[in-house]
């Protein structure tokens, strides 16, 4: 069953028609040819597809393109405003990836992140729940990163790059 | 060939990677991203049975699905040439090997059509029991006879080493011994999961067969595609410029690709297809599960007498793959008497393959687990026992090494990881209710040079150089250490040196494997520079001439002096664990490597690499399992939710340093390998380190939480 | 995945009414468990029912000091409501510790309860399992066991439930307001969710059609100090191999009052009412503790496989323990 939808990729409105079979990692990279999120699992394990949905970081390979009609949607691709967004020059600057395929989630993964600790959201790690003033240390960036995973295994990168953007 | 240090110095910057922008925005381009003009999704079907054959092939009601355009199977899929390679005998027959082998496919105008028709396929059997566990006392263990892919050396492992070797008399030697461990290892089945699933994206343009796939090396996947369809290599192109990871698992793994090419061929329309993560444990290969018994002896002066080590290996019926696990235990210590062995097991499972440092990876588990145990058994600390045991040359070819300087390594390690203040005493350490312990292990891997390559170097006019080569970038960074490369080859900055590679349509390279990339295509490259050099000297004055200057260099040899040395990295790493008391969780609190890896090219990319591979171990030691169900033959943990790789919060300190020395022998650059030493012998430092925590030592991977939790 | 209608229900009766009709619909929440159902062909509805928007995203207070949490609140919203964090920690520890950022931000309160078991072979359409299709056979039981259920657990299923919210709720006392065909109704979330016995294709006892709008918090003891402990193969981003929700209360150097649920033991939080019968009045020491513990597992009955939870599950709820006796002094 095809329906069609609006969605704001980047910036830019898209009507498009969908199955609605067809979730929002797929609607991006075979229909509007948006290849910026990845698919590592499609199966809700990896993060290599984390998109910004109104703001917030989620999984696109989870979340069916019908249901989110509407919906404004940031790419790693759309972070860029012109130059590169911070977290992006951080990245190259620490060499906090190396084959580069979960790194687009990484980085929409770690500006949700950013937002979420700017609003006092709390961790697993977090010293003291209640407390509303988040400080951003290695461990609590780890364990907030912990869901995009990367094979390359350029954690002890990726984290230094994060702090440098969050301390700043 | 002249010497890098007569050259302005690119190599040794730590340059930020050429593609960095094009990753950190997602517009690199890999496989599956490549646009195309109406293409059709290919989605495979599984044997479900381990053992047995196709028996039936019901494919009306996937056919009827609206969009479905071809359902393959052995029944109708194209006839190939008979492959070396069984693996990538596709379709070629009812018979099915290993749960999970493709017996077909359907192919649809989209994704999720293809999915939903390939389970509506009904396929019948005739199955048999499977039989897939790897026991030292199966009846039906062999030698390993097939040759080598790689390596030279003409014998039965798949690096070209023989299957055994024996120096001296052990069984006397052990005897005799003051001193003398008998200790037996396992490691299980490990899958690489490059974050990148193996795609291929197929299309035929008049006669000719673009491969776009995921690739470790564009010339071989050519080489095995086009034999396998019975095309000229010619025409087929393999392009593959970025690569989602791959560890070893895009290298001989190709039967997706043949797959796809099969459905093109019959659709007429360009084919995309990408496993499935789940796909990925039965179709891609893994690192064969081992069972590793290790006999040492020592006299009194804490130097070792004999040492022995007999592996027996998990393998597929399909294909007798058989990993190089004790050939770290030829190299790595000096003993009068010695042996070592491998042995396969021949089961119902899917082919294994590559995995970052196979061999190495597990074979130093077991040896530096063994190495501490004798130590320890000794009265000796770890460090200093594996300084005392040290060769003075390869210890069974006799021959020199090309450079070695272990020794600094370990010595210079402790000093880092203040292994000075350690007490040897198990459980002497505690922070609340973790329990503290440090451990040591040394790393090694081979640094060969692969034959069959090739590079052009041209000169623009304006004094602007593109160097091509086939190489593959994997993240290694190759893309950015070979233009560092070539400018200094060139003796110009980088920033007049374009590099383009992943493409078949280039000079042909050998694969990215055995930590042999650098080493194969920088010395082609630096060939190519300084014949192009001199042929701009010789016939234009060094001036770049109107119409350009193009000098290609080919070396199908590998390195001569590899006749002379014995070429192998090496490292010493030092770990420290916290376990804790109730529950048994293990935490890497800190992971420093110290590594001899002769000059180093990129140290930003190669520091990287290092500690990419570290963590690896980390993750190998603690985590990592492929659980195969004995009743069905598959993997039961597919996928990552179940298959644990560390993730961020499993990560500590994780540290990579290395010697500052060049090696005279190994290539023009210097530079000895580094992408598979840096997992070598993490996870016995960190076994060592769970035994100096809790005195409990564990002899089978991985370190779980139930194997200490009392 | 097989093809669905999707559609969006604007008021509960309607949303109820169609689920009622259609005899293969079901309620789509946040997806992230549903959505990768449906692509493994697990679960293959004919129609979706999008609820998001027809229950309350909201937390608000009760009269009586407790808290109401609309079915739609995101799992990640929960976490971080100074309320949760102030007056339940356990919630707020439990939901931060499951999953990932990602997924929180997607998950509803509502789905977290009714996500199924992360079983291989329940995930795995080439197995036989009962509790995709019941009469098939359960594989794990004598299969791959590590993740398997050490009590409740029955012939024919083994299987646990991933959720470590429901953990916590089951701890605090909470309540699942449900809507149905034909009445509203409060089900103690305790009694929510199954143990397997002969029908471990039903999860829970919601009847067809019932949808969960809610869940309600009695309001916290003053003197209860309460916290989540996850134990798992990696630190972060995986499913518990056992954790525990415990909230504690002492006066004098005895225990007043003790709560505790198990997760990843069992195919439903599992509330260990014999450990805090015994705890209730004990002095609060560590032998009260391992004795309350061992009282609880008593009536464990472990697989070769996972054996080991019976230990880890007594040592870790008596480290547990002790962090709140520390805690309260």
Redesign the interface.
């Known amino acids: 069953m095809d329906l069609e939808i609006e969605l704001r990729v980047d910036g830019t409105e898209h009507r498009l028609t969908v199955d609605t079979r067809t979730t929002l990692l797929d609607a991006l990279r075979e229909q509007l040819g948006n290849t910026s999120p990845k698919k590592g699992c499609d199966h809700g394990q990896c993060g290599a597809c984390t998109l910004l949905l109104d703001g917030r970081r989620i999984l696109g390979c989870l979340a069916l393109a019908v249901a989110h009609q509407g919906a404004d949607i940031v790419t790693a691709a759309g972070l860029t405003d012109g130059e590169l967004h911070p977290l992006q020059r951080s990245f190259i600057a620490h060499d906090a990836f190396q084959c580069g395929y979960c790194t687009p989630g990484q980085i929409v993964s770690a500006a949700g992140m950013l937002q979420e600790a700017g609003n006092g959201w709390p961790s697993a790690v977090s010293k003291d729940p209640g407390a509303t003033d988040v400080v951003l240390d290695d461990e609590e960036i780890a364990e907030r990163m912990s869901g995009n995973l990367c094979r390359c295994a350029a954690y002890a990168n990726i984290v230094p790059a994060i702090a440098e953007v969050a301390h700043r | 060939m002249s010497d890098v240090t007569a050259r302005p110095r690119a190599i040794g910057v730590p340059m930020d990677r050429i593609d960095g922008v094009q990753k950190v925005t997602g517009t690199a381009t890999y496989a599956y991203e490549w646009p195309l003009d109406q293409p059709v999704y290919l989605y495979p079907l599984q044997s479900t049975i381990a053992a047995g054959r196709v028996t039936g092939v019901d494919s009306a009601l996937a056919e009827a699905e609206p969009g479905v355009l071809a359902v393959l199977s052995h029944l109708n899929a194209p006839t190939l040439t008979r492959p070396e390679d069984p693996e990538l005998a596709v379709l070629q027959s009812d018979e099915v090997a290993w749960r999970g082998q493709f017996i077909g496919a359907v192919v649809a105008e989209s994704l999720e059509t293809a999915r939903r028709a390939a389970g509506l396929v009904r396929v019948d059997y005739e199955g048999r029991a499977p039989d897939v566990e790897l026991r030292a006392d199966r009846g039906d263990l062999y030698s390993p006879v097939h040759a080598a892919t790689f390596g030279s050396g003409g014998g039965e492992l798949q690096d070209g080493s023989p299957a055994d070797s024996v120096l001296g008399d052990v069984d006397t030697a052990l005897a005799a011994s003051p001193t003398m461990v008998d200790v037996t290892y396992s490691t299980p089945m490990y899958h690489n999961n490059p974050m990148e699933p193996h795609t291929a994206v197929v299309t035929w343009l008049d006669g000719e067969l673009i491969v776009r796939c995921s690739t470790q090396g564009a010339s071989m996947s050519q080489a095995l595609i086009s034999g396998v369809l019975g095309l000229e290599p010619g025409r087929v192109r393999v392009i593959s410029p970025h690569v989602g990871g791959a560890f070893g698992s895009k290298v001989y793994p190709h039967s997706y690709a043949v797959l796809a090419a099969m459905a093109a061929r019959m659709v007429r329309r360009p084919v995309k297809f990408s496993l499935t993560r789940q796909q990925m444990f039965a179709l891609v290969g893994y690192r064969p599960a081992s069972i590793q018994r290790i006999r040492l002896g020592a006299g009194r002066d804490g130097r070792l007498t004999a040492l022995c080590h007999e592996v027996i290996e998990q393998t597929a019926k399909a294909k007798g793959y058989a990993e190089q696990v004790a050939v770290c235990s030829r190299l790595m210590y000096a003993a009068p008497h010695r042996r070592t062995t491998h042995r396969l097991a021949p089961l119902d499972v899917p082919v294994p393959t590559i995995m970052r440092a196979p061999g190495e990876a597990q074979g130093m588990y077991a040896l530096e687990s063994a190495i501490d145990e004798m130590a320890i058994a000794c009265g000796l600390d770890p460090v200093e026992f594996r300084i005392r045991n040290e060769p003075e040359v390869h210890p069974e070819s006799g021959l020199p090494f090309s450079s070695r300087h272990l020794t600094a390594c370990l010595r210079e390690g402790a000093r880092r990881a203040g292994w000075d203040h350690r007490d040897p005493v198990p459980r002497s350490g505690r922070e609340g209710r973790w329990l503290v312990g440090t451990g040591v292990a040394a790393s090694t891997y081979p640094s060969p040079r692969f034959p069959g390559n090739a590079a052009t170097i041209r000169l623009a006019p304006d004094g602007h150089y593109t160097v091509r080569i086939a190489a593959a970038d994997l993240g290694t960074g190759t893309w950015t250490a070979l233009t560092q490369i070539a400018a200094d080859a060139l003796s110009v900055p980088v920033g007049q040196v374009e590099m383009r590679i992943g493409d078949t349509a280039l000079p042909a390279a050998s694969v990215a494997g055995f930590s042999a990339g650098i080493n194969s295509w920088g010395t082609a490259i630096w060939e190519a520079a300084d014949r192009l050099r001199a042929r701009l000297q010789a016939e234009h004055g060094g001036i770049a001439p109107p119409e350009g200057l193009e000098v290609t260099a080919e070396l199908p040899g590998g390195n001569p002096e590899a006749e002379r040395y014995a070429m192998h990295s090496f490292g010493a790493q030092f770990a420290e664990v916290r376990v804790d008391e109730d529950t048994g969780e293990v935490r890497v609190a800190r992971l420093l490597g110290m590594f001899d890896v002769g000059r180093v090219i990129n140290p930003k990319t190669a520091r990287s690499q290092l500690i990419g591979g570290m963590t690896q171990g980390i993750s190998m030691a603690l985590y990592e399992h492929s659980v195969l169900d004995p009743r069905f033959g598959h993997v039961v943990n597919q996928d990552f939710a179940q298959y644990h790789i560390a993730s961020a919060a499993d990560v500590h300190a994780v540290e990579a340093h290395w010697v500052d020395e060049s090696d005279p022998y190994t290539n023009p650059m210097g530079a000895k390998g580094l992408g598979e030493v840096g997992i070598t012998g993490t996870a016995a430092a960190i076994a060592n380190a769970v035994h100096h925590a809790t005195g409990v030592r564990i002899r089978e991977l991985p370190i779980t939480l139930d194997k200490l939790v009392s | 995945?097989?093809?669905?209608?999707?559609e969006r229900a604007d008021e509960v009766p309607a949303a109820v009414a169609t689920l009622v009709k259609e005899p293969e619909a079901a309620y789509?929440a946040g997806?992230?468990n549903l959505?990768?159902l449906?692509?493994l062909?697990v679960t293959t509805p004919e129609v979706?029912i999008?609820v998001?928007r027809l229950t309350s995203d909201r937390i608000e207070e009760l009269p009586d000091g407790g808290l109401r949490i609309g079915a739609a609140v995101p799992n990640?919203d929960l976490?971080?409501d100074?309320r949760v964090?102030?007056r339940y920690?356990v919630l707020?520890?439990a939901l931060?510790?499951g999953?990932?950022?990602?997924?929180r931000?997607?998950a509803t309160t509502g789905g977290n309860l009714l996500q199924r078991t992360?079983c291989?072979?329940f995930?795995?359409?080439?197995?036989p399992c009962n509790k995709r299709i019941p009469g098939s056979g359960c594989?794990a039981v004598?299969?791959?066991q590590?993740?398997m259920a050490i009590l409740g657990a029955s012939p024919a299923c083994v299987a646990t439930h991933p959720s470590d919210m429901a953990v916590a709720l089951a701890a605090l006392d909470a309540v699942v307001t449900v809507a149905g065909p034909v009445a509203e109704r409060r089900i103690p979330l305790a009694q929510l969710h199954r143990l397997p016995e002969d029908a471990p294709d039903r999860d829970t006892v919601l009847e067809r059609g019932e949808l969960i709008t809610g869940v309600e918090l009695p309001p916290p003891h003053a003197a209860t100090r309460s916290r989540y402990r996850k134990?798992r193969?990696?630190?972060?981003?995986?499913?518990a191999?056992v954790s525990v929700a415990a909230a504690l209360e002492v006066t004098d150097g005895t225990v007043r009052d003790a709560r505790i649920a198990l997760g990843g033991v069992a195919h439903k939080p599992w509330r260990a009412i014999t450990a805090e019968a015994v705890l209730r009045g004990a002095p609060a020491t560590r032998e009260s503790f391992v004795d309350a513990a061992a009282a609880e597992l008593a009536a464990a009955r472990p697989l070769p496989g996972n054996a080991?939870k019976v230990?880890?599950a007594r040592?870790?709820m008596?480290?547990t323990l002790l962090e709140l006796l520390e805690q309260a002094r």
Do not use: C, H, I, K
């Not at chain 3, 995945?1 to 999707?6: L, T, V």
């Not at chain 3, 193969?233 to 499913?239: E, G, I, L, P, T």
């Open positions: 995945m097989r093809p669905f209608r999707y789509l997806g992230t959505v990768d449906m692509r062909e979706l999008d998001r990640s976490a971080a100074p964090r102030r920690p707020s520890q931060l510790s999953a990932s950022g990602q997924l931000n997607l992360r291989p072979y995930q795995n359409v080439t197995t594989s004598n299969g791959y590590r993740d134990v193969d990696r630190a972060s981003y995986a499913f191999l080991f230990p880890l040592n870790t008596v480290s």
